[in-house]
């Protein structure tokens, strides 16, 4: 089979990355429209092994040829492209896979189910972190226990050494970041589907030294489409982002400050990176908070990962997390462990042990505690 990831960005590299060690797939071909960003992601993957080509995603014509030349499709360009490459993969009859990042275009893709099972593809959606990693991980919680009371999922991409004011720095697209706080959060609550305004209930949460005390926060599109596919298996689901101390406030600040003055998303979004650094090592917390019953017993634990910045790579562990998900599910329909048709969410199409053995080998690693 051939498989083509396309944007040569940070997550698109990093996607690369892992097939080029884990996979094997006749041909990889990472394609973007930007010569300069082609030519440092060949400086970054440094091999003969991958197929770099020009491809701009505006020219329809263009993206179809591409898309007739390969097997899986990988997206890793912002969220408001993959409506346009789900229709073209189904209609080309090829897999696709995406970062996810807005629920409504979600909930679009969604609506071409039947197409893409006549046509004998499978699309899945939010295959990154969060969504992505952790719907994974809520499949394998409701596989494991008789009842879930809750699930309460917790995820942040944080610099190692924070500076002030904002306590961040550009971990992934900064389009995914503005939709999360900006856009309404969607939360299971004993049935009911309901929104939530993002930046909102903030709440203290405790990790292991260097890190203490940190503070996380409703944000949206990190549940995706478990509310709707699991509803009846979950009484009670949120998502929130984690962020040092004071984040959330100061970013409000910021918000409400520029509301008036700031016409469009892309100025914000270039007023950003005046604030926060693009780069510096990062690490990545997850913290999934469970309550249900198992075996006519009560049971409270956590599920969690710290996974940090690869130096001998110079991978970050945002892109460790985000990309590497995407890419074990892309091997997985290669090799026939996912066969359905249709397009999915991952909760409802990974197998959660699979999927997890294979985080192990790339040494992500899952704690259970309590």
């Known amino acids: ?84 490459l789900t229709q073209t993969s189904i209609k080309n009859n090829v897999h696709f896979l995406d970062l996810g990042g807005n629920n409504r275009v979600v909930e679009k893709q969604r609506s071409l189910f039947t197409d893409a099972k006549d046509n004998d593809v499978t699309v899945i959606h939010d295959c990154g972190l969060a969504p992505g990693l952790t719907s994974v991980l809520t499949s394998e919680i409701v596989d494991n226990l008789d009842h879930v009371d809750s699930i309460k999922i917790r995820v942040g991409g944080l610099p190692q050494k924070p500076q002030p004011p904002l306590n961040y720095m550009v971990v992934f697209s900064p389009h995914g970041l503005f939709n999360e706080y900006l856009e309404d959060a969607i939360v299971l609550d004993n049935g009911r589907i309901v929104t939530k305004k993002s930046m909102t209930e903030i709440e203290n949460i405790q990790f292991p030294e260097p890190f203490g005390k940190l503070e996380a926060f409703i944000t949206s599109g990190g549940c995706s489409t478990i509310p709707h596919t699991l509803k009846d298996k979950i009484d009670y689901l949120d998502y929130k982002t984690i962020r040092y101390p004071g984040h959330c406030e100061k970013f409000k600040e910021l918000l409400d400050l520029n509301s008036q003055i700031i016409p469009s998303r892309e100025e914000l979004i270039s007023k950003l990176y005046r604030y926060v650094p693009t780069e510096g ?15 006519n017993e009560k049971v409270d634990f956590e599920y969690e990962i710290i996974d940090y910045y690869d130096e001998k790579n110079n991978i970050t562990a945002m892109m460790r997390t985000t990309g590497y998900p995407v890419s074990i599910i892309a091997q997985m329909i290669q090799q026939g462990n996912i066969s359905i048709r249709g397009v999915f969410g991952n909760e409802e199409i990974v197998p959660p042990k699979l999927f997890i053995k294979e985080l192990e080998k790339r040494n992500i690693r899952l704690e259970k505690k309590g």
Do not use: C, W
């Open 281 to 295: 090592k990062d690490v990545v917390l997850i913290k999934i908070l469970i309550s249900g019953m198992k075996e």
């Open 1 to 84: 089979m051939e498989i083509l990831v396309i944007g040569a960005g940070m997550m698109g590299r990093a996607i690369t990355f892992d097939l080029l060690n884990h996979s094997n797939f006749k041909n990889i071909t990472l394609a973007d429209k930007n010569k300069e960003t082609i030519e440092s992601a060949k400086q970054f993957l440094d091999t003969d092994k991958i197929n770099f080509q020009e491809m701009d995603v505006d020219n329809k014509k263009e993206v179809a040829t591409f898309f007739k030349k390969n097997d899986i499709i990988i997206s890793a360009i912002p969220y408001f492209y993959n409506y346009f």
